[in-house]
């Protein structure tokens, strides 16, 4: 297994949640939401624990729910 994977296996997951419409946000917190992979109320995405998905998650966090995954 290259070294790359393998940091990759120890990183962390995040389950992101998206609990609030979309409609009437700003187009920036929209194309954030788009860029997490959210597209409607109750849908879930999984992502690595980085700095750019936290920073993301910080943008729109009134929009959405973040569970740490194991």
Do not use: C, F, W
């Amino acid at each position: 297994m290259l070294k790359e994977e393998k940091d990759k296996s120890k990183m962390s997951q995040i389950m992101i949640k998206q609990v609030r419409s979309s409609i009437g946000i700003k187009p920036n917190q929209k194309a954030t939401l788009k860029a997490l992979g959210l597209r409607k109320i109750n849908h879930v995405k999984k992502h690595e624990d980085t700095a750019n998905i936290i920073g993301m998650i910080k943008k729109v966090s009134h929009l959405v729910t973040v569970e740490q995954v194991n």
